[in-house]
């Protein structure tokens, strides 16, 4: 069906860092309205290991994450959510948005990962795939 650039680089910036999300016991999923070929296609080029899971609509609605977009229709507006074992809303990020630079992408996923009992750097290592921490790759 469709992603458009922030869709890309956010999805590209959260597969990688889904390892990170392992190490602590946490998992990154992504929910779209776009057909399972099409994610299936873009879950293959990625090479992720993050599940990519199809909603009609029912989910978005219920998370307050839907959006009607002129000419896309009925999408996902980005949001993070974090469930706990329990099944009940931990936290919720409501305002990562819809086409957003890369560094306040790799900033929003910092923030989950310290969120969630994380190291941030380790998150940002892992996303921007520089095998250095943010610290590191500003002192040099």
Same mark, same amino acid.
């Given at each position: 069906?469709?992603?458009?650039?922030?869709?890309?680089?956010?999805?590209?910036?959260?597969?990688?860092?889904?390892?990170?999300?392992?190490?602590?016991?946490?998992?990154?999923?992504?929910?779209?309205?776009?057909?399972?070929?099409?994610?299936?296609?873009?879950?293959?080029?990625?090479?992720?290991? !993050?599940?990519?899971?199809?909603?009609? /609509?029912?989910?978005?609605?219920?998370?307050? &994450?839907?959006?009607?977009? @002129? =000419?896309?229709?009925?999408?996902?507006?980005?949001?993070?959510?974090?469930?706990?074992?329990?099944?009940?809303?931990?936290?919720?990020?409501?305002?990562?948005?819809?086409?957003?630079?890369?560094?306040?992408?790799?900033?929003?996923? !910092?923030?989950?990962?310290?969120?969630? /009992?994380?190291?941030?750097?380790?998150?940002? &290592?892992?996303?921007?795939? @520089? =095998?250095?921490?943010?610290?590191?790759?500003?002192?040099?």
């Amino acid at each position: 069906k469709r992603f458009v650039n922030g869709d890309k680089s956010y999805m590209k910036l959260l597969a990688r860092a889904s390892p990170a999300f392992k190490e602590i016991g946490a998992s990154a999923v992504s929910i779209t309205t776009d057909d399972p070929g099409f994610q299936k296609s873009w879950f293959n080029k990625l090479e992720s290991q !993050m599940p990519f899971l199809f909603d009609n /609509g029912v989910t978005l609605k219920n998370y307050g &994450a839907d959006t009607d977009v @002129t =000419g896309l229709g009925l999408v996902a507006d980005r949001k993070t959510v974090i469930i706990g074992t329990d099944g009940k809303v931990q936290a919720v990020f409501p305002a990562v948005g819809w086409d957003v630079a890369e560094d306040k992408l790799v900033a929003h996923i !910092m923030e989950v990962g310290r969120a969630l /009992g994380g190291d941030p750097e380790q998150f940002y &290592a892992a996303a921007v795939q @520089t =095998g250095k921490s943010v610290g590191q790759f500003l002192a040099r």
